[in-house]
């Protein structure tokens, strides 16, 4: 089967670093994603990983263990503008399916 | 702006009804995917079609029918509409051998 879990909120301080967890179980990974979707608008891809270790894109991160089915995405210097939710997202090869997470929703305040 | 156009914005029907979403991938993307977003079920994959064939189908109802046309865009069909099928559809967009999925503005359908 598939499941992917993810914390249902978080909450950070502006210009603090806040890591989002994700963990998931697919009988054939084929890649992590995570995307950003603010209220009322539609998904916006952040990253990509295949393999093991830590992508850096400006001030997101994401990393893979593949072995431990665990990833996190880290956003740094936070800003109002990352309150949002974010989704972690699967590619099982096996199913040819695209599995989401149920999304973390994040509160960045003053 | 994702350069992905979804038409209409909104749509309301009745139970029992059928109704057809339109895509425009960005120019250059062959593939389109095709998502369903509820509150209660979060973002689920529907199929997905490559350069007029379908490639990988998720969660999608039988009652659910998509193509891609020779010019790219691609169509939703959803038929025999229930209370349940009310979300938000959106269309992705990708070109080939890329991961990064280009979103539309998204169809919300309202089954009353």
Known sequence: GQNIDQPTEMTATEGAIVQI???????????????????????TFLSYNVLDGLEEKGRFS?????????SYLLLKELQMKDSASYLCAVWDNYGQNFVFGPGTRLSVLP | ??????????????T?????????PRSGDLS????????????QFLIQYYNGEERAKGNILERFSAQQFPDLHSELNLSSLELGDSALY?????????NEQFFGPGTRLTVL
């Open chain 1, 21 to 43: 967890n994700c963990t998931y179980q697919t009988s054939g990974f084929n890649g992590l994603f995570w995307y950003q979707q603010h209220a009322g608008e539609a998904p």
């Open chain 1, 62 to 70: 994401s990393f893979l263990s593949r072995s431990k089915g665990y």
């Open chain 2, 1 to 14: 702006d994702s350069g992905v156009t979804q038409t209409p914005k909104h749509l309301i029907t009745a």
């Open chain 2, 16 to 24: 029992g009804q059928r109704v057809t979403l339109r895509c425009s």
């Open chain 2, 32 to 43: 389109v995917y095709w998502y369903q977003q509820s509150l209660d079920q979060g973002l």
């Open chain 2, 90 to 98: 959106f269309c992705a967009s990708s070109i080939p051998r890329d």
